[in-house]
Structures are given as C-alpha cells and as structure tokens.
C-alpha cells in the first residue's frame, strides 16, 4: 500500500539553526501539506501546496517557514532560524483531491529545538 | 478558537462493544467531516469521512453520524476490539479551503 515517508524521524536541533524535514508524498496525489502537533496540543495546520505554489498558509507560518517540492518526488519544510517552541511533531500529507477529501498522513518527524 | 471540540479527553470501553466517540463544531461552513486514528510515534490515519448532505456514512465496523442541526458529529465502532485503542481525531474541512482543522483527539481504550 502506497504511504506518504518521512525523513528524519527525529531531528535534534540547537536555537537558530536551519532544518529541512523531508517529505516523500504518495506518487500520484496532487495536493501536499504540512501539520505539527506540539506534545500534549492538537494537530495544527501549517500549509498546503499544489502546482508547485502555496495554496494555503495558516498564522503560524510565518517567514521562517518555506516549503518546496524540488525535484517531482520530495516536499521539503524548512524552518530558517528554529525557536524553543517549534518544538513539535511535523506530519506530512498528501491527498489526490479529486473524488476524495481525505489527506493521507506520514509517520512524522519529532523536531526537538535546545 | 476552536472550531472543533472533542470533549472526551478519554474513553474506555470493553471489547466487543460498541465505542461512541463524539464531536462538536462551531463553523457552519463546514462541508466535509472526517475521522482520523493515530497510534503513538505513528502519523494520523485517515478512518472514514462524511459530506455535510448525508447524515450517515458506514464503512464495516465504523459509522459516523452527522447531526447538522445539532452541529454534531459520531463515530460508532462496532464490535470494539484490541487494536481500535488509539487517539482518535476529529476534523473538519470549510468549503474550498486545502486546510484539515482538527479536534484535540480522544484517546480510546479498549479493555480486554
């Protein structure tokens, strides 16, 4: 069964440093997201994507945040200058968007900021 | 502000019987419901959706009922067995927008 794959599984980071969490969607779906769950909170939306733009961006994506789809295959998240609080768990989904609404999620990536 | 509560930190039911998971929502823009189950250290799993014009929608075991009037929705899963124990989100879609908002979850047990 196809699945969406996530890489690093945990990323250790210090304060101000740039990380790039990597995303493999499912091959033949068209829309891609971004979510985070800080531990003990709700899954939150971060952003979408589709035809290669942001379709969508919540608050808490602000300019330290990007997103890019640089080769076909992968979705990268890229936090320029990590904080203490984006400390969090990062799901990656894709969904095909045509007949179904339903997004399909990666296991996550535990990012710790120290 | 949230849009979609889930008011059940937690549920223990024993198995083989029926688990009832509830939830409420604010935005009446919504237009598509959808259940998720998340095992720890593992990614949300889509379950089972409803669109805003039924009022039932049942895949074997699972069954979600919407209660537009009420702004309410369930999840019904019949016989509850082991492996349902889970965290068990709710979410909700508005219309043309990309983005899932999410309840906080309700974590399930299932007792033996």
């Known amino acids: 069964e196809p699945e969406v794959t996530q890489t690093p599984s945990h990323q250790v980071t210090q304060m101000g440093q740039e990380v790039i969490l990597r995303c493999v969607p499912i091959s033949n779906h068209l829309y891609f997201y971004w979510y985070r769950q800080i531990l003990g909170q709700k899954v939150e939306f971060l952003v979408s994507?589709?035809?290669?733009?942001?379709?969508?961006k919540s608050e808490i994506f602000d300019d330290q945040f990007s997103v890019e789809r640089p080769d076909g295959s992968n979705f990268t998240l890229k936090i320029r200058s990590t904080k203490l609080e984006d400390s969090a768990m990062y799901f990656c989904a894709s969904s095909r968007r045509v007949t179904n609404t339903e997004a399909f999620f990666g296991q996550g990536t535990r990012l710790t900021v120290v | 502000d949230q849009q979609v509560k889930q008011n059940s930190p937690s549920l223990s039911v024993q198995e083989g019987r029926i688990s009832i998971l509830n939830c409420d929502y604010t935005?009446?823009?919504?237009?598509?419901f959808l259940w998720y189950k998340k095992y720890p250290a593992e990614g949300p799993t889509f379950l089972i959706s409803?669109?805003?014009?039924?009022d039932k929608n049942e895949d074997g075991r699972f069954t979600v009922f919407l209660n537009k009037s009420a702004k309410h929705l369930s999840l019904h899963i019949v016989p509850s067995q082991p492996g349902d124990s889970a965290v068990y989100f709710c979410a909700a879609r508005e219309g043309r927008d990309d983005k899932i908002i999410f309840g906080k979850g309700t974590r399930l047990h299932i007792l033996p």
């Open positions: 409803i669109s805003s014009i039924k």
């Open positions: 994507f589709y035809n290669n733009e942001i379709s969508e």
């Open positions: 935005n009446s823009m919504f237009d598509y």
